[in-house]
C-alpha cells in the first residue's frame, strides 16, 4: 500500500526530533508534528550527562549548545552535611563536559536539526486519532495550526509525545516494571548566583539540586516525598526557601541573588517501561520509558533510545531483516542499557538517608577525588556499577582512606 511518509512522529522535543532527524538522515520521508511552536519551554531538569552530549557530538548539534552560551559542566558534588564530596564522573567517546541546557534553546535545535536533515515539520499540529486498517496503525489525523483537517498515512507511526502519550494510550501498550511516584518537585530560575558545577544536597526526605544554565542565571530544583506535593503546592516559595536553608552553602548564594522566573514542578512523576512497539507504531523517549527526573536521566536516555529505534526502524524497511523482529530487538536493547539508570532513579528518588555502610564509604571518598568521579559515574550509567562497588575496589578505597587518616 503506498503511503504518505515513511515515518510519522508525533512530539518533536528532546525525542521526537533526534528520531526524525537520524531517520531523514538515512533517506526516509519523515513527518515531524508537534502541538507547541518551537522554541517553547517545557517541565525539565535540562541537564545532559555525558553520554547525551556524545550523542550531540556525533550528530554534530554540539557547536549549537555550545554558541547558546550554556557554560559547560566540568564536575559534581554532593553535600552530604559534615562534608561535602567533590568529582568529575567519567568521560564517554571523549566527552567529558556535560550541559544544564534550557529547553528552550535544546528543543529548537533539535526540531531544526530534523528539519535540515529533510523531516517535514509542522507545529502547532495536534494529533487527534490514529489511523488503523484492523490492528494495524497506518496512519494519524489531526488538524494544522489554521484548523483544517489532515491525515498521514506512513509505514510506522512513532510516538514521541511524552509519559501520557496518545499513541501509547490509543495502541493500548502494556505497563510493565511500573513503580508509583515517589517524590513531587518545583525549580526555577536565579541570576547572580554563583554555581559553576553541579551541586547535590541530599537531606532527610529531599533532595536539593542546582547546576548553571543558560544567560548566565543557576537552576535550583528540590524534591520532596510525593506525599507532600499537596502541602508544598499551597505555598511553594515559603516550602522551597525553608528546604534551601537545609543547604546553607547553596542557600547564602541564592539569597544574594534574584529570581528571575517563576516556579514550575509537578506531582506526577511515574516511573515505568512501556511496550515500545507493535504493528506500525513504536514509542520513543517518555512515551515508552519514564522515570523520576531526580538522576536527570530522561534527555540523555531519550537521545539514546532514538539512535536505537531508528536504527531498528532502518534495518527493518531496508530489507536487512523484518520490521517486526528489528523492533523487538529495540526493546530488549532499550530495556538493558536503561536498566541501571532505571534501577538507581528509584533508589535515589526514594529520599532515603544512605544506610551505615554507605556513610562510612562517603567518608572514605572524601578526599579522593578519582574514585569520587567513578562514584558519580555509576549514579549516571556512565561507569559500571559492577566495577566500582566490587569487593576489591571497596577494600582499596578504604584501605586507602584508612592509610591516610581520612576515614570517617
Request: charged share 20%.
Amino acid at each position: 500500500m503506498a503511503t504518505d511518509y515513511d515515518a510519522v512522529v508525533v512530539g518533536a522535543r528532546c525525542a521526537g526530533s533526534p528520531t526524525a532527524m537520524l531517520l531523514a538522515r538515512k533517506g526516509y520521508r519523515v513527518l515531524l508534528l508537534d502541538r507547541a511552536a518551537f522554541p517553547s519551554d517545557t517541565l525539565s531538569t535540562h541537564f545532559i550527562h555525558q553520554p547525551g552530549v556524545a550523542c550531540l557530538d556525533r550528530w554534530g548539534l554540539l557547536p549549537d549548545v555550545v554558541a547558546s552560551g550554556c557554560p559547560p559542566v566540568r564536575s559534581q558534588s554532593i553535600d552530604v552535611g559534615p562534608f561535602a564530596l567533590h568529582g568529575s564522573a567519567p568521560a564517554v567517546n571523549g566527552v567529558a563536559e556535560a550541559y544544564c541546557v534550557r529547553r528552550t534553546v535544546l528543543d529548537d535545535i533539535l526540531v531544526k536539526a530534523a528539519a535540515a536533515a529533510g523531516a517535514e515539520v509542522r507545529q502547532r499540529f495536534s494529533v487527534h486519532e490514529l489511523l488503523t486498517d484492523g490492528d494495524r496503525v497506518i496512519g494519524i489525523r489531526g488538524k494544522s495550526a489554521g484548523g483544517t483537517t489532515v491525515t498521514a498515512t506512513a509505514t510506522i507511526v512513532i510516538g514521541a509525545d511524552g509519559k501520557n502519550s496518545l499513541v501509547a494510550r490509543t495502541v493500548g501498550a502494556p505497563v510493565y516494571r511500573d513503580h508509583p511516584t515517589l517524590t513531587c518537585a518545583y525549580y526555577s530560575y536565579w541570576s547572580g548566583v554563583d554555581v559553576t558545577h553541579t551541586e547535590l544536597y541530599p537531606r532527610p526526605d529531599q533532595m536539593i539540586i542546582a547546576g548553571p544554565t543558560n544567560d548566565g542565571n543557576t537552576m535550583v530544583i528540590v524534591y520532596w516525598p510525593a506525599s507532600q506535593f499537596h502541602e508544598v503546592r499551597g505555598d511553594i516559595e515559603g516550602h522551597f526557601l525553608d528546604a534551601l536553608e537545609l543547604a546553607p552553602p547553596l542557600a547564602e548564594r541564592v539569597r544574594r541573588g534574584t529570581r528571575v522566573e517563576r516556579f514550575s514542578g509537578t506531582g506526577t512523576l511515574p516511573n515505568f517501561f512501556r511496550k515500545p512497539h507493535g504493528d506500525g507504531w513504536a514509542l520513543v523517549g517518555d512515551a515508552g520509558y519514564h522515570k523520576d527526573p531526580i538522576l536527570a536521566l530522561g534527555i540523555s536516555d531519550a537521545f539514546r533510545d532514538a539512535e536505537l529505534l531508528a536504527d531498528a526502524i532502518h534495518a527493518g524497511l531496508s530489507g536487512r531483516t523484518g520490521l517486526a523482529d528489528a523492533l523487538a530487538g529495540y526493546e530488549q536493547r532499550r530495556n538493558d542499557a536503561a536498566a541501571q539508570g532505571y534501577e538507581n532513579t528509584i533508589q535515589f528518588a526514594g529520599l532515603a538517608a544512605p544506610p551505615p555502610e554507605v556513610r562510612q564509604l562517603f567518608g572514605a571518598l572524601r578526599h579522593d577525588r578519582t574514585q569520587t568521579g567513578l562514584f558519580f559515574g555509576t549514579a549516571i550509567d556512565t561507569y559500571p556499577a559492577e566495577e566500582f562497588f566490587a569487593p576489591d575496589n571497596i577494600e582499596r578505597i578504604m584501605a586507602s582512606a584508612a592509610a591516610t587518616g581520612v576515614a570517617s
